[in-house]
């Protein structure tokens, strides 16, 4: 053997060295850092993801006094059962401050004014949303009485400027309004105020039967327990059918 | 003459063997180079161990926050239920109070435009079906699909009987109707006066005697998206000014 081809014989010895160093133990290291430096990548994106959920979720623990409070004022716009006895007083009080005479109410759409085909006397379910309550009311008063007292019916529940809600009584819909003078006072070419009769069709709404007003949530904690339930349908019932000042609903920042 | 060679026989072999160690330098070389390269993998294995290390400890650490904020999101589910809950019964409520068709502004708008020598003697105001244009006051709607009774694209619709000094005073009325906020039609149902010329209305008989009693249906703009935002009560009908032709 020359010296030539110890040489040659050592070089391919050495870079036979070389390469298998290199295929039996570093490149696979330097795969397994690739794929754990993926798995970071995803783990990373995942736990900023939780963490998004999580800091979203302490926020909705930190605002949930305050939906609490807005929920339950929302049930004084929509309660969770019908309410006639505060639905009569909102009606009264509105016709009392307005100078209106408040005549009679009924259940139901009836009469020439109702704008629904079915004339139900109970609550009918809306497909979405709330349950509809139609009846109608019949008042007596000047033009401009009636135009004012239907100016406070709207004002019960009103968007604020800000996107809010701002609720003082029943959320109500006037579907149809019928005006007709009043024989014993109609005079042709009369001048002054001349009174008239109002007829309304309007339509109140209650929460579904499968809703309660909070949903078992209590003023401190949200989750359900029977005591909560019960505790939580009272105030409601109570805000609903007694005078209440108006609150505004603000959407939650 | 012959060569001689001077160098001794000793120094000769010394001499190949500076020779023969000349060429067993390569081979050094090579060996050297060997070990250089062995070295550097060495290096280049140390720091990708290093690195799969820092990285297995790291996600192990992601994991472990992963989980604590998964527990930490569980345990708060209900709260962001009950926020959720809210934020639907906002909308729906929200949602109803701006499809409501403002009547009091339809009022005020009627009071404002109607001539002085006219006067109403009835009004019948419906807020009917969406894509209804019919204004009977017995025209039926469709229930409601939305949460609203008066869903999105309903037509209001008021039909307005009074008495007028003249008939040239009715036409006046239909023009000066149609300056009312939000109206999109006006169109007479009839016009007459009580002394057989045409009009048979109970309306008619409580006009004066020569004064033309008229029947006239205004119809309004379909009420608008309750997306929409609605700043004041009486957004439908300023939504579509310039009624007026």
């Known amino acids: ?253 | 003459m012959k060569a001689v060679n001077l160098i001794p026989s000793d120094e000769r072999r010394r001499g190949g063997a500076v020779v023969g160690g000349g060429r067993s330098q390569g081979v050094a070389y090579v060996v050297l180079g060997a070990l250089a390269g062995v070295a550097v993998l060495v290096l280049l294995y140390g720091v990708a161990h290093h690195h799969a290390s820092s990285r297995r400890s790291q996600l192990a650490t992601i994991a472990a926050e992963t989980q604590r904020a998964q527990e930490s999101v569980a345990a708060l589910t209900p709260y962001t239920s009950f926020i959720a809950l809210r934020e639907a019964r906002m909308k729906a409520v929200a949602d109803v109070v701006d499809s409501r068709f403002d009547w009091a502004h339809a009022f005020h708008e009627l009071g404002r435009v109607l001539p002085r020598d006219t006067s109403i003697t009835s009004l019948d105001g419906t807020v009917g079906a969406a894509g209804s244009t019919s204004g009977s006051s017995s025209s039926s709607s469709t229930s409601s699909t939305a949460g609203s009774a008066t869903p999105v694209g309903s037509v209001p619709t008021i039909t307005l009987g009074g008495c007028a000094s003249s008939q040239s005073e009715v036409a006046l009325t239909l023009q000066r109707l149609r300056l009312i906020d939000g109206v999109g039609d006006v169109s007479l149902k009839s016009s007459g006066t009580s002394d057989g010329s045409g009009s048979s209305s109970s309306s008619a008989q409580q006009c004066a005697p020569k004064s033309p009693s008229f029947s006239v249906q205004i119809t309004f703009d379909p009420l608008p998206a309750a997306s929409e935002p609605a700043s004041t009560t009486g957004t439908q009908l300023t939504a579509s000014t310039g009624g007026g032709q």
């Open chain 1, 1 to 253: 053997m020359t010296a030539r081809d110890r040489l040659v014989l050592a070089i391919v010895a050495a870079l036979a060295v070389l390469g298998a160093f290199w295929v039996l133990l570093v490149s696979p290291e330097r795969k397994t850092v690739n794929k754990l430096s993926a798995e970071v990548s995803t783990a990373s994106a995942q736990l900023a993801t939780v963490q998004g959920e999580a800091s979203n979720a302490l926020l909705a623990q930190q605002r949930y006094s305050a939906a609490y409070t807005s929920v339950v004022n929302l049930g004084k716009a929509v309660p969770p059962s019908e309410e006639v006895p505060s639905l009569i007083y909102q009606l009264a009080q509105a016709s009392n401050e307005k100078n209106v005479e408040f005549s009679s109410i009924t259940a139901g759409a009836s009469g020439a004014a109702a704008a629904s085909p079915s004339s139900p006397a109970t609550p009918t379910a809306a497909p979405t949303g709330f349950t509809q309550m139609p009846f109608t009311f019949v008042f007596s008063g000047g033009f401009s009485d009636l135009y004012h007292l239907f100016l406070q019916l709207n004002k019960a529940t009103v968007r604020t400027t800000s996107g809010g809600l701002r609720v003082s009584g029943r959320l109500l819909t006037l579907q149809g309004v019928k005006l007709e003078p009043i024989t014993e006072t109609t005079t042709t070419g009369a001048s002054g105020a001349q009174k008239l009769t109002g007829t309304i069709t309007a339509t109140a709404y209650v929460l579904p039967a499968s809703q309660g007003l909070t949903a078992g949530a209590t003023p401190n904690s949200p989750t359900p327990s029977a005591a909560a339930a019960s505790a939580a349908s009272t105030p409601a019932t109570t805000s609903a059918s007694t005078p209440a000042p108006a609150a505004t609903v603000e959407p939650l920042r």
